[in-house]
Every structure is written in structure tokens, then in C-alpha cells.
């Protein structure tokens, strides 16, 4: 987040600040990972009450009676608004924006904000990335986020990861899309409840199967560069009393 910008970057820069998300909100060693690994876990960065109040947030979408994130899928989040004040406090997280901003290095918007929770024996991908070959082949153009809203075990459905593969700038070839098979390069990801991955989402990823049963809840957040904005997005309904910073990093104001 080092390099600074002029005109419209520079006033979306300076939103970021304002929400917390300034140059020294990443230490070294994260802004490392984010370009060598191509992600970062943060471990135990939401506290009791607001991984509480997530849960119930994303258990409601859940009875709602929405089916594909309980069948392995994840369930897109059209809008939110008001009654979604723990999922809103999610995408204003300040790490996670100046994560985003050090990955696109330019002005972003949110993107799509969706909830996966597989059942036993589902959730198994093939390994993919979160965008398509739109877009200057140079640049990166959306980062992800995943806040476990569980214990993720070697068993109940780690997220996958082959570290580096942001680098290659291209989709996993056909043989390793298929889900059963195995890069030998992958790790799995394991994480206490309240523990968010961020990656660079050119990152080779999938989720894999809940082998135990055991629940694997996960709210999951992206943002895009600006110039892709409206691309598979989430609508935020202006919430009162939302400062012109967020409203700005959000979308909620072009």
C-alpha cells in the first residue's frame, strides 16, 4: 500500500485510511505472503460476541430455506442491508482491505458475499480461481476472503491451496479441475473458529469434502477492481449512519 495514487485512486486511498486500512495496517511478513504464497491467515481475528452474531447471521440465510451452500455449493447474498450489521462490519474489516488494496493496487469495489457450509460426504472442487480471463493479463483483479465460522479440521472440509499459483495468471488445466484430483503442490488449510484466509484469487483453491459431518461454516467476501464493478456483486442497501468512507469503498456511492 506503499505507492500512492492521484485522482480517484487517491480519494479511494483516502477512504481506506479512513476505515483503518492505511499502509501499516499489514505487517511485512503478511504483505510476503500475499505476494509469494498468495495468501494470508489471519488466526483468531473476530472476537466472541461478533462470531456469535455471524453465525446467526449466516444460520438465517441457511433457514431461510436457500439449498445450494448446504448441498456443497455456496449461496450468493443478493443483498445487505440493515439486519446484516455483522456481515457489513465484515467487509469494512481493515485488514482485509488493505490486504485488497496491496493485491490490486487501485481502486476496488465489493463483489459478491456468499456463505458455504458443506454436508457430510459434499463440497468437494476441483481446484479454480475466482476470475476469468477478462481484463489486463498483467494485473490482478479480485481477492478473497474467508471467515470460518468453525473449526476447520483435516475432516470436515478444509479450503485448499496451491501456493505460488496466483503467479501463473491462467486456470488450472483440465486434469486438475476434475475434483478428485490432486495438485502436489496443495495444502490444506486448518483454522480455529473466527480465523479469516484472505488470497489473491488468480490462486489456484477449491474447497474439499466433509469427510466427518462435522459443521464448516464459512462466510465468504470478494472484491473486484472498480473497473469490473457490477460483475456478480452484492447490493448494499444504504444502512443509516454509515460513514462516506465505507459507502465509498463499498459501492454504496460511485
Known amino acids: 500500500m506503499e505507492d500512492t495514487r492521484q485522482g480517484p485512486d487517491a480519494a479511494f486511498e483516502a477512504a481506506l485510511a479512513a476505515l483503518g486500512a492505511g499502509p501499516s495496517t499489514l505487517s511485512a511478513d503478511e504483505k510476503r505472503a500475499l505476494d509469494d504464497a498468495g495468501y494470508v491467515l489471519f488466526c483468531s481475528a473476530v472476537d466472541p460476541a461478533w462470531l456469535k452474531a455471524l453465525r446467526a447471521e449466516c444460520d438465517g440465510w441457511r433457514d431461510d430455506g436457500e439449498r445450494d451452500a448446504a448441498q456443497g455449493g455456496n449461496q450468493q447474498i443478493g443483498h445487505l442491508g440493515e439486519r446484516h450489521g455483522a456481515v457489513l462490519r465484515v467487509v469494512q474489516w481493515p485488514r ?33 480461481m475466482d476470475w476469468s480471463s477478462q481484463g489486463d493479463p498483467g494485473a490482478f483483479h479480485v481477492v478473497t476472503a474467508l471467515w470460518y465460522l468453525d473449526d476447520v479440521t483435516p475432516d470436515n472440509g478444509p479450503t485448499r491451496v496451491v501456493p505460488g499459483s496466483h503467479r501463473l495468471r491462467r486456470r488450472p488445466p483440465k486434469d486438475l479441475a476434475e475434483p478428485a484430483n490432486r495438485h502436489p503442490q496443495e495444502l490444506t488449510v486448518q483454522a480455529g473458529a473466527g480465523s479469516v484466509l484472505v488470497f489473491n484469487g488468480h490462486l489456484w483453491h477449491s474447497g474439499t469434502r466433509n469427510r466427518s459431518g462435522a459443521p464448516r461454516r464459512a462466510l465468504q467476501c470478494g472484491f473486484v477492481a472498480r473497473e469490473h464493478r457490477g460483475v456478480s456483486c452484492t447490493v448494499v442497501d444504504e444502512p443509516s449512519g454509515m460513514p462516506p468512507a465505507a459507502r465509498l469503498v463499498l459501492g454504496v456511492v460511485a
Not at 120 to 126: E, K, N, R, T, V
Request: aromatic content about 10%; some cysteine; glycine content about 12%.
Open 96 to 128: 482485509l482491505l488493505a490486504a485488497t488494496w496491496h493485491v490490486l493496487r487501485r481502486s476496488f469495489a465489493l463483489g459478491a458475499v456468499a456463505w458455504r457450509c458443506p454436508r457430510h460426504g459434499l463440497g468437494q472442487q476441483g481446484l479454480h
